[in-house]
């Protein structure tokens, strides 16, 4: 019969045993969700917007899913592959997944990167079918990385920043930090002054929607610019960026969208539980802004969103109809035949408005515009590469200066 020493030592046992299971059970999905190789590929996914869940991955097909982490369904995902042994291997994605009807795969096919990220291109639809793809390894320990969308993360901001270092318009500072403690920034382009009216532009309040990041980054690069339209618009404005609300979920590479219990774009509500979403607001009452556009991508292949569109509310400011019309009207006359089609102008005023960004500065009494413009990920025959997405920012700011803004009976 045991003594008492050794029935408490095997419950320690059992305790220690106990909390091992608990660890396992609750790291274990992750973990070959980051490092899955028990194929023809090495499946990995820790670095700076990576994401993928592993359900399977033998022989030469690999089973990958986005990886929710507890949040709704959506469509993000963005792993590294690498080579075992030279040849194909087949990517699939579920083919139903509950909740989930937006997708796996764009109109363009992933996006792909041969140098870990330095450059991406859309691979197309040809080795595309249905939910899955596949990609021919050439070399043992060959690496690739494929993605959902061409990424847009933080080593991409600071190359775009120091691009800018020298260019006495911009100002750098922080404006907040996230919950997980990075640094967020705020970018200031030209100086406040009389008749200096701020503008304020936001990104990311998804975190998943990045083709919406270069078309912001072309939009700064040309206000801070030297060319006529720059000059004229830092006459009369003074911009405030935001590129990443969001910034813990670009980093992580979370799905943003639909974030429980609700995500930064349904945070201007009274009680703001991010601290991106409260500093925007104190900035607001430091700057008092009149204008403000946010940058957003819509759902990946739902066909009425492979266009280029404006949403918001259609009579809160005043003339915003007005306004976003003609704004998007030279746009249109800018925009090259390439671009997605748009911007479509479906402002609509709703009942019970949703706390997002463009209802909370669109309903101050003194705002001028505020609206959503929507930016999509990858339409059919149409160039949304990075190059092709900055100019499309460069021909907004040029349709800003452009545009006849409406204030009450006063055109700007």
Not at 116 to 125: H, P, Q, S, V, Y
Request: net charge neutral.
């Amino acid at each position: 019969m045991p003594n008492a020493n050794s029935t408490r030592c095997s419950r320690c046992v059992l305790r220690v045993a106990a909390v091992v299971l608990v660890i396992f059970g609750i790291y274990a999905e992750p973990l070959l969700a980051k490092a899955a190789g028990n194929g023809a590929v090495v499946i990995n996914s820790e670095f700076p917007g990576g994401n993928v869940a592993v359900t399977k991955n033998e022989g030469g097909t690999v089973h990958v899913a986005p990886d929710l982490r507890g949040d709704n369904p959506w469509f993000y995902w963005y792993f590294e592959a690498k080579a075992s042994t030279p040849g194909r291997v087949d990517f699939a994605f579920p083919e139903k997944v509950v909740g989930f009807k937006n997708g796996a795969i764009g109109n363009q096919g992933p996006a792909i990167s041969t140098d870990l990220g330095e450059t991406w291109r859309w691979m197309g639809t040809e080795q595309v079918d249905g939910s899955s793809f596949f990609y021919e390894f050439k070399a043992e320990n060959e690496r690739v990385r494929f993605a959902v969308t061409i990424p847009y993360v933080q080593k991409d901001l600071d190359r775009f920043l120091k691009r800018n270092d020298g260019n006495a318009h911009l100002k750098k500072s922080v404006l907040a930090k996230s919950l997980k403690g990075r640094e967020v920034e705020l970018l200031q382009i030209g100086n406040p002054g009389p008749n200096i009216n701020p503008v304020l532009v936001t990104g990311r309040h998804h975190a998943t929607e990045t083709i919406a990041s270069y078309v912001l980054e072309g939009f700064m690069q040309e206000a801070m610019s030297a060319s006529p339209s720059g000059q004229e618009f830092r006459s009369r404005y003074v911009l405030f960026a935001v590129p990443f609300v969001d910034k813990d979920g670009v980093e992580q590479g979370d799905q943003g969208k639909n974030r429980k219990p609700h995500d930064h774009n349904r945070d201007y509500g009274e009680d703001s539980i991010y601290p991106e979403v409260k500093a925007i607001k104190q900035l607001d009452q430091l700057h008092d802004f009149q204008f403000a556009l946010d940058f957003h991508c819509p759902t990946l292949v739902m066909p009425d969103h492979q266009v280029m569109y404006f949403v918001g509310g259609k009579t809160q400011p005043k003339y915003n109809f007005d306004n976003v019309s003609e704004f998007a009207g030279w746009m249109k006359k800018g925009l090259p035949k390439s671009a997605p089609y748009g911007p479509l102008v479906w402002l609509r005023d709703k009942a019970a408005p949703a706390p997002m960004n463009s209802t909370y500065f669109g309903s101050k009494a003194n705002s001028i515009m505020a609206a959503t413009i929507e930016i999509p990920f990858a339409p059919a025959n149409k160039a949304t590469d990075p190059q092709s997405c900055r100019g499309y920012g460069k021909i907004m700011l040029e349709a800003w200066v452009n545009t006849h803004f409406l204030s009450g009976d006063v055109a700007r």
